[in-house]
Structures are given as structure tokens and as C-alpha cells.
């Protein structure tokens, strides 16, 4: 598979407001992806609106084709400069980057967006330009497989003055942090929560200022084939289980009665293991040449109430660990950090044992829980396909 842009983001909210003053944008198109990061004129709702204004203008316009100087142009005469503090309401920085990794960057009083390339910190050159007075950051260049660019609002760099730091964890700092960090963690999405967390460690839990992360990386696309749930019409399963293996990604099988009909057309050996317990979640299953069998339902259920603290929280740690070996921790592991792409195989068959009136109502809901799994997934910027068997 060819490489792909793994795009996130993670904003902190200024201690005591409900709404946040940083905006992002990102769209994608048919040429590549356009992010916006905008920082509004101070807190709470009017920054939410300035900031708001000012992405939905550049990304509208920028995914309808109007060219980037047009769209600098429009921003900048939208928005007033105060008339107090002689500063622009919003500043903003706009990534468009193509899907061979081509990227323009526009850059408006923002701090420096920071390219890391091989565990260190890449400088690109810049150009300025003047437009309506104010002075306009450009630059273009291309992304590497591995590369991670990352841009932060200024409360990324403000964090921990009048806390634990005096004067703020610096752009330098997080640079250092930068360089250290990310070539440690696959997904976009773990580098933009471990960024964030410390800055929430570094504000003491109080943040002083909004606080907004957008990491863009560009990784190798990896695709995991999931098969649930037994097809509708029994006569398909040599067919299904053929198409299922043809595919690219790594293989998973969450269900018994899946599993079953998986080992048998491939004349392999299911064994359930029994080295490990959990009491809250079946164990798991070997077959030779799938990667992951779990149970079905129960554990889906799991995975999708695992992917949604996953996104509600910093600390990585609480949802899942390397070592965890259970099938629920197994699968979301796999799903955050193994795949760009997942093509579920959901099999529309009725099972039996599911229509107890004994068993809690969740079993009764198998298409929900992957309706559930699909929209998560594509909350986490996973290019999701469904095939019902």
C-alpha cells in the first residue's frame, strides 16, 4: 500500500472556559489535505468565533479551488486588526499538502510549524509577503515517508508560566520534545496526545491559555481486514473467506461462529488460549495465518467503549498497554496504531444464542456495535469500508 497523510489534532480548553478559542480544519479533497489551525484574539466565545470564521473561510475556500493567495487575501480583509491591542484577531497557519507529500504552508503569526525528519528537527526556508500590512509566512516543500510535521498554537509554547515554568516551556523545548518523541509513536494521533498531556502536566491541570496540537504524518498505509458474524447464506462461506484473504491487511476474526468457518475453509486449526483470564472478556483464539481471533460481540463492545475513553483522554496508559493481552486491548492496539484503512466483513446471519432475552441487550445489537466501530474509526481519521456477506 502507498503511503498516506495521518492527520489529528488535540486542544486543551483556557482553565474555566467551555468553549475553546483554537479552531481546526481539516478536509480532505481528491489532490491531497488542507489543514487549518486559527487561534482566536483571546478566550471563550468570541475567540470560538474568530477562530471558526476564520477556518471555515479558508477551508471552504481553499477545497473549492480558490487559489491560496486569493483565499490569504479574503482572511485578512475579514478580519480587523484590535483596535486596543493593535493585533490581529486571529492568527492561523494553513498546511495543504498533496498526497505525494508536496506541502505550501501559510503561516500568520503563529509559532513555526516543526518538521522532524529522522529523529531531528528539519529548517525550511521561508518567504514573506506583505499583504494588506501584514506580514504572511510561505513556504513549500515535500514530506518523506516517516516525516512528522507538527503545529501548535502559542499556548503549546506559553505552558507552565505562572505554574511550574516562568517563562513558559519554549519553542526550542518543544522542538527537543519533538525530536525525542516522535519517531517513537506510529499514529499522528499518539504524538498530538503525548505533546498535549504535557503541556496539561506543565499547566498544572489549570491550562493559562488554549492549547491546540495538529500532528500530520506521513506513514505507510496499513490496512486490517476484520471479519465478524457468520454470512447470511451459509453456501457463500468458501467465497467470503476467499475474498477475506485476498485482501492486503492483516487479518482479524472477532466471533466463535466466525472463527469456526474461517478455520475450516482454510483447513486450519482453531485453539482457543486458555494461559491467559479475564473475567470481563472472553478469551482469545489462534488460526494459523490470522493475526487476532477474538470473541464477538462482548469484545467488540469493549473495543468501542476502549476507542471512546481513547479519545477522551491523555493518557494513552489507561486505555491500553503494550503488553496487555487481552482481545479487546489487542484489537484497539491495532486499530489506533496498525491502520490507515479497515475493511470490515460483517456477516448478516442471525445468531441464535444472541436472541436470548436472559443476555443483556447489547448482544442483541451486533450491526449497531460496528456502526459504532465504523463512525469511531472515521472520527479517528481511518479510511473505513464495509462489506455485509
Not at 181 to 199: A, D, G, P, Q, R
Not at 281 to 297: C, F, K, Q, R, Y
Not at 319 to 344: N, Q
Request: proline share 4%.
Amino acid at each position: 500500500m502507498t503511503y498516506v497523510m495521518d492527520v489529528s489534532s488535540e486542544s486543551l480548553n483556557k482553565y474555566g472556559e467551555e468553549l475553546c478559542g483554537d479552531k481546526v480544519e481539516i478536509n480532505h479533497t481528491k489532490d491531497g489535505t488542507i489543514i487549518v489551525l486559527a487561534d482566536g484574539l483571546g478566550s471563550g466565545v468570541k475567540a470560538n468565533i474568530l477562530a471558526t470564521l476564520t477556518t471555515k473561510i479558508a477551508a471552504t475556500m481553499l477545497t473549492e479551488g480558490v487559489s491560496l493567495d486569493e483565499t490569504v487575501d479574503t482572511i485578512m480583509n475579514t478580519l480587523p486588526v484590535c483596535s486596543v491591542r493593535k493585533i490581529a484577531y486571529s492568527t492561523f497557519t494553513i498546511i495543504k499538502v498533496s498526497h505525494e507529500g508536496n506541502v505550501y504552508a501559510v503561516e500568520y503569526d503563529n509559532p513555526p510549524f516543526i518538521l522532524i525528519r529522522n529523529n531531528r528537527y528539519w529548517e525550511i526556508k521561508k518567504r514573506e509577503s506583505n499583504i494588506n500590512g501584514r506580514i504572511i509566512k510561505e513556504s513549500n516543500f515535500s514530506l518523506k515517508p516517516g516525516d512528522t510535521l507538527t503545529i501548535v498554537s502559542d499556548g503549546v509554547i506559553h505552558a507552565g508560566v505562572g505554574a511550574i515554568l516562568n517563562l513558559g516551556w519554549q519553542w526550542d523545548n518543544v522542538k527537543d520534545y519533538l525530536e525525542k518523541t516522535s519517531s517513537k509513536e506510529k499514529c499522528s494521533k499518539n504524538i498530538s496526545k503525548n505533546l498535549i498531556e504535557v503541556c496539561q502536566n506543565l499547566y498544572e491541570n489549570k491550562p493559562g491559555d488554549d492549547t491546540t496540537v495538529v500532528t500530520i504524518k506521513m506513514r505507510k498505509g496499513e490496512e486490517i481486514d476484520l471479519f465478524t458474524g457468520p454470512p447470511k447464506d451459509k453456501s457463500n462461506d468458501p467465497m467470503v473467506i476467499k475474498s477475506f484473504m485476498e485482501g492486503e491487511g492483516k487479518k482479524v476474526v472477532c466471533g466463535g461462529t466466525a472463527a469456526n468457518i474461517v478455520a475450516r475453509e482454510l483447513k486450519e486449526e482453531l485453539v482457543v488460549n486458555m494461559d491467559f483470564y479475564d473475567p470481563d472478556i472472553p478469551p482469545t483464539a489462534t488460526i494459523n495465518g490470522i493475526e487476532l481471533v477474538t470473541e464477538g460481540v462482548l469484545t467488540l463492545c469493549k473495543v468501542v467503549e476502549k476507542i471512546k475513553k481513547y479519545m477522551n483522554t491523555l493518557d494513552i496508559n489507561t486505555v491500553y498497554k503494550p503488553r496487555d493481552k487481552d482481545g479487546a486491548s489487542k484489537l484497539v492496539k491495532m486499530l489506533i496504531e496498525d491502520c490507515t484503512h479497515l475493511h470490515l466483513w460483517v456477516g448478516k446471519a442471525i445468531n441464535p444464542a444472541h436472541q436470548n432475552t436472559d443476555f443483556p441487550i447489547d448482544l442483541t445489537i451486533k450491526l449497531k456495535v460496528v456502526d459504532e466501530l465504523v463512525e469511531l474509526m472515521k472520527k479517528l481519521g481511518k479510511h473505513v469500508k464495509i462489506t455485509y456477506v
